[in-house]
T-cell receptor
Framework: KAGVTQTPRYLIKTRGQQVTLSCSPISGHRSVSWYQQTPGQGLQFLFEYFSETQRNKGNFPGRFSGRQFSNSRSEMNVSTLELGDSALYLC????????????FGPGTRLTVT | AQKVTQAQTEISVVEKEDVTLDCVYETRDTTYYLFWYKQPPSGELVFLIRRNSFDEQNEISGRYSWNFQKSTSSFNFTITASQVVDSAVYFCALTETGANSKLTFGKGITLSVRP
């Protein structure tokens, strides 16, 4: 079974721009979660989508948004990029929402200059 | 609110040594789930184990073992006879149950295994 895939793997953007990251979950998985990983803050939960609905959201400003499509693929968008948004963005999928183990993709490394 | 503390930040051992990675958690729920993940230099988090709050049995998988103690709110991870390939960042994580459950990670422990 193919794992979680994320595109692009690397991205360089300028302050003020917006960016869209994509995640394809493991086949059959309906829950997709997004995390931001930085050296200072560690791994922080952004949001989770299940059956095209946002189920839960972390403590991030409204500039961070996401969506999930009917095939469970998910995108996250960050508008008006700030330098502090530079991070590794990880996507994880699980069979259903809630307490099941999550399987992570390789991440998208976003650099904001 | 749920919280995971991994007090050790970096551990360095020589190959074949045993090493224990500590994890202490806080939660108000009586039902919750604990996890360990490994993040090798390649960056992709790898799932290692999931344990629910009602199952305090220790688990062993090859050179890996986990000790879950509710009395001390700890879920420690031991690698026996460590190998260079075990070098990675290890994260402990917790999720409560309920509509707003989310996975909360500790800060991670960087393990270096020297030949």
């Amino acid at each position: 079974k193919a794992g979680v895939t994320q595109t692009p793997r690397y991205l360089i953007k300028t302050r003020g721009q917006q960016v869209t990251l994509s995640c394809s979950p493991i086949s059959g998985h309906r829950s997709v979660s997004w995390y931001q990983q930085t050296p200072g803050q560690g791994l922080q939960f952004l949001f989770e989508y299940f059956s095209e609905t946002q189920r839960n959201k972390g403590n991030f400003p409204g500039r961070f948004s996401g969506r999930q499509f009917s095939n469970s693929r998910s995108e996250m968008n960050v508008s008006t990029l700030e330098l502090g948004d530079s991070a590794l963005y990880l996507c994880a999928s699980s069979l259903v929402s809630g307490v099941y183990e999550q399987y992570f993709g390789p991440g998208t490394r976003l650099t904001v200059t | 609110a749920q919280k995971v503390t991994q007090a050790q930040t970096e551990i360095s051992v020589v190959e074949k040594e045993d090493v224990t990675l500590d994890c202490v958690y806080e939660t108000r729920d009586t039902t919750y789930y604990l996890f360990w993940y490994k993040q090798p230099p390649s960056g992709e988090l790898v799932f290692l184990i999931r344990r629910n709050s009602f199952d305090e049995q220790n688990e062993i998988s090859g050179r890996y073992s986990w000790n879950f103690q509710k009395s001390t709110s700890s879920f420690n991870f031991t690698i026996t006879a460590s190998q260079v390939v075990d070098s990675a960042v290890y994260f402990c994580a917790l999720t409560e149950t309920g509509a707003n459950s989310k996975l909360t990670f500790g800060k991670g422990i960087t393990l270096s295994v020297r030949p």
